[in-house]
């Protein structure tokens, strides 16, 4: 599927130039980083907070988190939260989680934290779970009016506990398969006895006496390599 018709005519008005991203379903930034084969600082995130009385857009790293006392600074704010979807549905008239980067479709303002100037380009939301655009952050920056600002702190994504117990299970599985794998150094102890039983009567019948030390040498010489 491409991107939404309105994000494309968006972009397209704004003669900026981006990239279709069409890439299997996702549903938080840190999924879009795996299946993009990105980092966490290319993928942006957005988050639809309140202000006081009004609602605006802050778009930063996917590693980061924003720090309401910065962001209280930069909007000239007494109080800050994040509404829950239900404002999200009455407010902007759009279904959880298909929220797009670019505010100014939804006639709200945008913050970009400068850290995402770090990176050249970012992975973009349309409002798709199937659908991105990878975009100049500095061109996203001018078409959205936005305002720059730092209003971020590390520490923006913490991995599900579900997700981790997955990726326990799937090391667990990878260590017991390479151990199967690895050829057994040493012979076990039956099979060493065996050998130096069968080696001692093939020397009483066969050998004579100065041979009989050679053989046997050479025997645990054998035996200590299996």
Do not use: C, W
Request: no cysteine; proline share 4%.
């Amino acid at each position: 599927m491409p991107i939404p018709a309105k994000v494309k005519k968006y972009l397209d008005s704004k003669g900026v130039d981006y990239e279709e991203l069409a890439h299997k379903t996702v549903y938080t930034a840190y999924d879009a980083a795996q299946t993009l084969k990105k980092q966490l600082k290319e993928i942006a995130k957005t988050i639809l907070v309140e202000a006081d009385k009004t609602h605006a857009l802050v778009v930063l790293p996917a590693d980061k988190k924003i720090d309401m006392e910065k962001l209280k600074k930069a909007l000239g704010a007494k109080k800050i939260s994040i509404p829950n979807e239900k404002v999200m549905i009455k407010v902007l008239k759009i279904k959880p989680g298909t929220l797009s980067s670019f505010g100014r479709l939804h006639d709200l303002e945008v913050v970009v934290d400068k850290a995402m100037l770090g990176v050249k380009k970012a992975v973009v939301s349309t409002g798709s779970f199937t659908d991105s655009v990878f975009i100049k952050v500095k061109d996203f920056v001018q078409s959205e009016e936005a305002r720059l600002a730092n209003v971020a702190m590390s520490g923006g994504y913490k991995i599900p506990k579900k997700m981790k117990k997955q990726m326990k299970k799937v090391k667990s599985a990878v260590a017991k398969k390479k151990a199967a794998k690895k050829p057994t150094k040493k012979a076990s102890k039956p099979a060493k006895k065996a050998v130096k039983k069968v080696a001692k009567k093939a020397v009483k019948k066969t050998a004579k006496p100065a041979t009989k030390k050679v053989v046997k040498k050479t025997v645990k010489k054998v035996v200590k390599k299996k």
